[in-house]
């Protein structure tokens, strides 16, 4: 998939530096759902308190990221991204000191985890910048497989806390992301061909292009279901199947790892034979997952089946809607990358949201999973009306060696 030609075209120790911030940044962010089982147990939350804890990370990461993305145009991917870390990590620090033992202690901390869901206006924009258009699609799905991070979240954490409690892990995560942050601090670097920044008017202009919108809504379905997913299915598996908080770590983690590995080969895939063609598959697939999984199936195993199937769909989705976002906003990258990812976000937590009140209102998760399944079809349909008018306007004209 990958080619000397690429390894030429732009800069790798920006790239691999920008997936490693992305990825430690992505495994904190997940961190309450990871946690969820037994932060939920120690303080006896609701089901619509459990998913609006875990949610709540995700939509303050939704909104940062519009302020990332403004940061990015302003002072630089760089310097933006630095400035992000140290948030992080000293608000895991302060909450690790605190001891937070109350509901909403847990949500504050939510609110500051946001901040390290807003690395993907940083990444991204890091990374893109310094590749040509032709690249876009690989170039991005390796910073983006940054959200990786979610694995090892889930992968880890619940052990963790079992062992030494869950305020425990706050604390213990803070090492990877400084090991991250140096990382960052000294093989990062600015492409040489930053554009110039932009007044706040400019950035209202974009809102007004009807592509920006459909960008918008294409990933909020994409990633929306991956972190949605990411987020929630430990506490899913828990309540549904009875699984301890161990043992439903790993299960999240099989389906994330999915949905991460493939975000890069979506995006390779997307520029060999068009970034529309290969969205329009995954929508119809992450639907069919999605809807079949609602029915509850009698086996942990076969749930565990479809989810992955779906975090499949949704993660080479991912990858080929970023293939297709500079092609047409190469000027804006940055500010889209915020409005795209802030998007994504919203997604998320409307997923995580609605399957704990799906959960508390009707007793089972289905009409939160069929209500996410009908966007993905409703994107299905919306990218096919447009497709024509995209491959002949601004696709025709975009740039060379690229595919629409």
């Known amino acids: 998939m990958i080619k000397r030609e690429f390894l030429k075209a732009g800069h790798l120790p920006t790239l691999l530096s920008a997936f490693l911030y992305f990825d430690m940044s992505f495994m904190v962010w997940v961190l309450l759902g990871a946690l969820g089982v037994q932060i939920s147990a120690a303080l006896s939350l ?110 880890f954490a619940p052990g963790l806390a079992k062992a030494l409690g869950w305020n425990a892990v706050l604390g213990l995560a803070v090492i990877p992301l400084s090991v991250a942050f140096v990382v960052y601090l000294f093989a990062a670097k600015d492409a040489p061909t930053q554009p110039a920044p932009k007044k706040l008017a400019e950035y209202l202009d974009v809102l007004r292009m009807g592509d920006a919108w459909w960008f918008m809504f294409f990933y909020a379905v994409t990633f929306g279901g991956f972190v ?8 899913y598996f828990n309540t549904d199947y009875g699984l301890d908080a161990v043992t439903a770590g790993y299960f999240t983690a099989a389906c994330v790892f999915c949905g991460s590995l493939v975000r890069p080969i979506g995006g390779a895939v997307a520029d060999r034979i068009g970034g529309i063609k290969t969205l329009s598959v995954m929508y119809a697939l992450a639907a069919t997952a999605l809807i079949v999984v609602s029915f509850h199936p009698a086996s942990v195993y076969t749930a565990l089946g479809l989810f992955a199937f779906g975090m499949l769909a949704f993660g080479m989705g991912n990858g080929s809607v970023f293939q297709l976002v500079p092609q047409r906003f190469r000027h804006e990258i940055g500010v889209m990358t915020g409005l795209v990812g802030m998007t994504g976000g919203v997604g998320g937590f409307f997923l995580a949201s609605s399957l704990g009140l799906s959960k508390q209102a009707t007793g089972t998760y289905q009409a939160g999973l069929l209500a996410f399944a009908s966007l993905a079809l409703l994107a299905l349909v919306g990218l096919t009306v447009i497709k024509q008018r995209w491959r002949t306007t601004w696709g025709a004209v975009g740039v060379a060696g690229a595919r629409i």
């Open 46 to 155: 609701s089901p619509a308190q459990k998913g609006f804890m875990v949610a709540l990370p995700v939509l303050a990461g939704a909104v940062l990221r519009v302020v990332f993305g403004v940061l990015v145009d302003k002072i630089g991917p760089r310097r933006a991204g630095i400035i992000g870390q140290l948030i992080v990590i000293g608000g895991l620090t302060t909450a690790w000191l605190a001891h937070i033992d109350h509901y909403s202690g847990t949500l504050a901390l939510g609110v500051v985890l946001g901040v390290a869901g807003a690395s993907f206006a940083v990444a991204l924009p890091l990374a893109s910048r310094w590749y040509p258009p032709q690249y876009q699609g690989i170039a991005l799905g390796i910073a983006g497989a940054g959200n990786s991070g979610t694995v090892f979240a889930s992968l």
């Open 228 to 235: 949605g997913l990411a987020s929630s299915l430990a506490i």
